[in-house]
């Protein structure tokens, strides 16, 4: 198949594939999941920012302060229009962990229907990150509330039939992601979604490892919350996004105070700004910001729609050629359906750090371990998987320089 | 090749056939875990008369994490706490030396196999894991160390 990408033109605005790995070896990136590489456009944008436009926003009637708010502000309105949304239903925060901590700090704060208290009842999965673990796990712990969670199956998918008793009038929260960070598989989340609103619970879709790969259609998804990071999908560290709808947002208690996020303050006592700025105490990470718009734009410029099918064509040659390799196993779903561009795997009888290590010698950069999914390692058993995730820069020798670099590990101890 | 520095024959041969490993029995366990990796080690041992007996361990992890515990088990079993503090001691130095120094034999034995390791700064954490979860030990067991 021809690419629907030029993926050489792409690797050439990413100057992170002129360095030399270790023994002068070219950079083989497999680990997008963990972090994407940055375009040169996104390290002009914070560049430009800092050079030309950079004081604190919303402050100072000057001209430098406006040009910084029009560029803070007009990110925000170009990732909106990149969500088709509402400008004032995106918030800003540091990561989408932050975003995640935002929600579940702030129903804990919150009256009414989005307070949660004891005997209350969040839902979430065996697939998640630590990060959409967490924050609910320890909301639960901190309110009386319960934490129930859907199974996992070996294929990576969830086990909904018992979904009438994981959702029930007591729920209040379901947190999902996705698709899995450790084996790509894309849970069926739609009857989930369906379970959770005909019970009046808000549904939360941690969109980290979906958003930076593929088109997000919200209004179809029928989602009430959002959150992705900026670093994953081309932008800078430090800046993350939480959508939510907007009358949710508006009555929704803040997470972090400070300044910005006021309406008015006297020394006993404060009212909030609207949505977004109630949820941006503090300056805000403004080039961060920039950055991640421009990241945006570019991969709305390349096109989710190309960008998704040249992942899966990536992964279906991977994937093929692990399952041809002796001594390795796939591990979760084994084929193309219901899973993204992240591959997991094990071979018989090696630790993933050291098989990791051996293929850093290839110039091969995968992620090892348990990718901050330590529940579902140990679901299955394992103590950790190699991972190798796919993005728009990676090209065909790539996984032919993956696939070599697995072999190469498998024998480097096989050998000895 | 460099990864052959990291990967040396005595390393290996400690991964597959470890020492001193078994299910720990003494009443103070410590259970030590790289949270990075996952890497897990409970280890157990008493002091008695001044030197380190019945040391046992357990643990899951890559070959230099298990190299690294059977290899820590060797140099203070049944030595005296003094010995055991110093091998600790020029162990963690080495380390920590980003490949600068090649360790001393006399104290570190096989030990000095791992002074590859030094120059992989991610996987120094996994050499340490059982010295630190011995060193643990021992201070519950009363020594100072």
Known sequence: MNSPLDVAAIKRDFPIFNEEMRGGKRLVFLDSGATSQKPIQVMDAERDFYSKHNAAVHRGSYYLAEQASEAFEGARARVAAFLAVDVDEVVFTKSATESLNLLATSFERSSGALGIKAGDEIVVSELEHHANLLPWQQLAKRTGAVLKWFEMLPDGSLDLSTIDQIITPRTKVVAITHQSNVLGSVPDIAPIIAAAHAVGALFVLDGCQSVPHQPIDIATLDIDFLVFSGHKALGPTGIGVLWGRAELLDAMEPFLYGGSMIETVTMTSATWAKAPKKFEAGVPNMAQAVGLATALDYLSNVGLPNIHSWEMELTKHALAGLQGIDGVTVVGPQGLENRGGVISFVIDGLHPHDVGQVMDQYGVAVRTGHHCAWPLIRKLGLTGTTRASFYLYNDLADVDIFLESVVGARDYFRKR | ?145
């Open chain 2, 1 to 145: 090749m460099e990864l052959d520095s990291l990967y040396q024959e005595v390393i290996l041969d400690h991964y597959k056939k470890p020492h001193h490993k078994g299910v720990p029995t003494g009443e103070i366990q410590v259970h030590h875990v790289n949270p990075n990796c996952g890497d897990e080690i409970t280890l157990s041992l008493t002091i008695r008369d001044g030197k380190v007996e019945d040391l046992i361990w357990d643990g899951t992890g890559c070959s230099i994490s298990q190299a690294s515990a059977s290899i820590m088990s060797d140099l203070v079993a049944g030595k005296s706490i003094a010995q055991a503090q110093d091998a600790l001691t020029h162990f963690t130095e080495l380390m920590q030396s980003k490949g600068s120094i090649k360790g001393d034999e006399e104290i570190l034995e096989d030990a000095i196999a791992l002074a590859g390791v030094s120059k992989f700064p991610a996987r120094v954490k996994c050499a340490l894991l059982s010295w630190m979860a011995f060193k643990d030990a021992a201070i519950q067991n009363g020594a100072k160390i």
